[in-house]
T-cell receptor
Framework: EDQVTQSPEALRLQEGESSSLNCSYT??????LFWYRQDPGKGPEFLFT???AGEEKEKERLKATLTKKESFLHITAPKPEDSATYLC???????????FGKGMKLTVNP | NAGVMQNPRHLVRRRGQEARLRCSPM?????VYWYRQLPEEGLKFMVY????????ESGMPKERFSAEFPKEGPSILRIQQVVRGDSAAYFC????????????FGSGTRLTVV
């Protein structure tokens, strides 16, 4: 069965304290690894898609990387406005659906 | 350019009633996806539709749930005879051609069954 596991489930950082979020996946024929950000009471907001091992993408303080079994979301010098739940999702080959992890709640304290 | 519009934002239904959730995709998007988010759970795929066609409904419960995306008007997710376990946030997403580059999600409908 296809699975996506995110760790840690929650993370508290001080402003400026860099860290990484992990997403491990077991999906047959991965067609893409997706990262979303979700704020309370809102829908997920698209951040990145990674398609192949070794690929990296960056947006402001966020950088996503992909290996054959994992993806990492690196947060450099976070600010309080980066506080949110970060969702990882794997796209199944031959299908349009995404398999989501449970998310990682990030809190950045000023 | 409005994003994906879902209404209502909040819906309260008594057990046994019907719930109708609406989703208008982004302009130019012809693919619609419905996901359900239970408390403390990740988003779960329900159904993928194109105009007038259900493409993949492998995540839909076999009974009481149905979805449509008519030629004109929004996509509708319909839940008949709701039960407490249906209480969740229901998210709709859309994409222009297919979902390979990521969907755009709406803000969701929060269904509470009392």
């Amino acid at each position: 069965e296809d699975q996506v596991t995110q760790s840690p489930e929650a993370l508290r950082l001080q402003e400026g304290e860099s860290s990484s979020l992990n997403c491990s996946y077991t999906v047959s024929g991965l067609r893409g690894l997706f990262w979303y950000r979700q704020d309370p009471g809102k829908g997920p907001e698209f951040l990145f898609t990674l398609y192949s091992a070794g690929e990296e993408k960056e947006k402001e303080r966020l950088k996503a990387t992909l290996t054959k079994k994992e993806s990492f979301l690196h947060i450099t010098a976070p600010k309080p406005e980066d506080s949110a739940t970060y969702l990882c999702a794997a796209g199944e080959g031959g299908s349009e659906k995404l398999v989501f992890g449970k998310g990682m709640k990030l809190t950045v304290n000023p | 350019n409005a994003g994906v519009m879902q209404n209502p934002r909040h819906l309260v239904r008594r057990r046994g009633q019907e719930a109708r959730l609406r989703c208008s995709p982004m302009k130019g998007h012809s693919h619609v996806y419905w996901y359900r988010q239970l408390p403390e759970e990740g988003l779960k795929f329900m159904v993928y539709l194109q105009k007038e066609n259900i493409i993949d409904e492998s995540g839909m419960p076999k009974e009481r749930f149905s979805a449509e995306f008519p030629k004109e008007g929004p996509s509708i997710l319909r839940i008949q005879q709701v039960v407490r376990g249906d209480s969740a946030a229901y998210f709709c997403a859309s994409s222009p051609v297919d979902g390979r580059r990521g969907y755009t999600f709406g803000s969701g409908t929060r269904l509470t069954v009392v």
